[in-house]
């Protein structure tokens, strides 16, 4: 089946800097792909839409300066997190939509940012 | 604005109990509904998907109906075992790509 990647799995950083996460289709071009955060034994929470080759699409409520998303490639969108504080730290978990077909989402394992 | 909601929030089973997780959503105008898997500190992996023009789907043990008219969906799993524990997603598709989640329920089977 179609595999979604996250790199890194788990980072930690100072207050202040920024971190950047990756979300790469391991063998599917996404043309669509997710971001989601996850706040502790809460659910997931849609952050962006991203499209290939044009800039994403923010949920209300969500930074567009704080939270930049890169969608360069059919394979690879990253998500950049930056002047990160102790509240940014969460669970970002991306999906990516195969082709135009976006029923099903395939999810990555996740990123653990914890911010000191 | 769709909000779902599971109950139970939390459910404690010995093994090999049948159990019914609980998923609703306040408006029907779904294109999907689809039920995931989530361990602990881990990502996502989907169980079920059921179209808005299904009324069930299964999978082995789980099982998965929709009534969407009554904004109601639920997840039956047969048979629980230790491996099942896991917190349980429900998440609804609106329009062309957008998913709301619910709250989700902890499941723990124990042996």
Redesign the interface.
């Given at each position: 089946g179609a595999v979604v990647s996250q790199h890194p799995s788990r980072v930690i950083c100072k207050s202040g800097t920024s971190v950047k996460i990756e979300c790469r289709s391991l063998d599917f071009q996404a043309t669509t792909m997710f971001w989601y955060r996850q706040f502790p034994k809460k659910s997931l929470m849609l952050m962006a839409t991203s499209n290939e080759g044009s800039k994403a699409t923010y949920e209300q409520g969500v930074e567009k300066d704080k939270f930049l998303i890169n969608h360069a490639s059919l394979t690879l969108s990253t998500l950049t997190v930056t002047s990160a504080h102790p509240e940014d730290s969460s669970f970002y978990i991306c999906s990516a939509g195969q082709g135009k077909n976006t029923d099903t989402q395939y999810f990555g394992p996740g990123t653990r940012l914890t911010v000191l | 604005k769709q909000e779902?909601t599971q109950i139970p929030a939390a459910l404690s089973v010995p093994e090999g109990e049948n159990l019914v997780l609980n998923c609703s959503f306040t408006d029907s105008a779904i294109?999907?509904l689809q039920w995931?898997r989530q361990d602990p500190?881990?990502?996502?992996?989907?169980l079920l998907?059921i179209q808005s023009s299904q009324r069930e789907q299964t999978s082995g043990r789980l099982n998965a109906s929709l009534d969407k008219s009554s904004g109601r969906s639920t997840l039956y799993i047969a048979a629980s075992q230790p491996g099942d524990s896991a917190t349980y997603?429900c998440?609804v598709?609106e329009g062309?790509?957008?998913?709301?989640?619910?709250?989700?329920t902890r499941l723990k089977v124990l042996a």
């Open positions: - | 779902v294109y999907n995931f500190g881990k990502g996502l992996t989907s998907l997603l998440a598709r062309t790509y957008k998913y709301i989640f619910g709250t989700g």
